[in-house]
């Protein structure tokens, strides 16, 4: 059966009457009698007893109306959960964030929220071996991820804020004495083989420092977690993002600014085929409280 055919039968259905369920679908009483027509022919049997004074329908008549009523019922609450969800009315967004400084947005995702009755949004925690593996199975809406982001197949909004890189090291560490580390200097220590995509380490530092220096990498890992025990014994170091330096405070842990290194970027990313004007005026509503933030 064809949409039509469903509108047609349960207008029908509910009517019990040719002319006032043409005039509801706004068809001519030929082409309700035509499409009612082809339906019984298409289920093999009669869905209405139809005199010259009423209309009433038969017992696999009534069956079938209470099978596609509820149907067709869900069907049209679906889309229009959809339209709504595309619109900012309602819905839940489950938003992905790399790192650990979740409770800095949190505000500006409340007023968001709060002015879009219905619609909520879950914060998940995104590991850095696999950033991008929740868009692309539909587990994520969007993921606040840094940059740059080489995706040709993820959007990239705006710019939300910057932060400083700092190197995570041990606290007896020889650099750890030291005000402030520049990229060159880490040509002298083995650092910790994180991040992928690899783009995202060569935007910090490549297989060479600035001056032409080799880079070691040692040991790879999947999410800042594992690198504790690593930093921490001495083993390596690692270029971090400066808000680790306040959630992952640890005696045996000292962070020190990795002096000329660029600031790393932030922004809201989601996949270009499930685009949404929510996830766009999401992305715009973060800029400023990101902006106030970071002055």
Known sequence: METQDIEVFL????????????????????????VLQRTEREIGGALFHRTSRRVVLTALGAQLH?????????????????????????????VGKVGWDVVEFQPAIQRFVADRPGLDIRIRHVRFDDPFGGLRAGTLDAVLAWLPVREPDLRVGPVLYTEPLVVAMAT??????????RLDELGDVELIDGPRPEYWRDAVIGPTTPSGRPVRFGT????????????????????V??????????????????????AAQWALVWRAD?????LRDLARALVPDFDAQNR
Do not use: C, K
């Not at 009457?17 to 001519?28: E, K």
């Not at 209470?66 to 900012?88: C, F, N, Q, T």
């Not at 808000?243 to 962070?255: F, G, K, W």
């Open 11 to 34: 207008a029908l259905a509910d009517e019990l009457h040719f002319g006032r369920a043409a005039q509801r679908l706004r068809l001519s009483p030929a082409r309700v009698t035509q």
């Open 66 to 94: 209470s099978d596609l009523a509820r149907v067709h019922s869900d069907l049209g609450a679906s889309v229009e959960r959809a339209r709504r969800m595309a619109s900012g009315a309602v819905g839940t967004l489950q």
């Open 172 to 181: 007896s560490h020889a650099l750890a004495s030291r005000d402030g580390v």
């Open 220 to 239: 790879r890992v999947d999410s800042f977690e594992e690198m504790l025990p690593i930093l921490s014994s001495g083993e390596a170091v690692s270029p």
């Open 241 to 262: 993002h400066a808000h680790a330096s306040r959630y992952a405070i640890r005696p045996d842990i000292t962070y020190r600014p990795l002096v000329d290194a660029p």
């Open 274 to 278: 499930a685009e949404t004007q929510t």
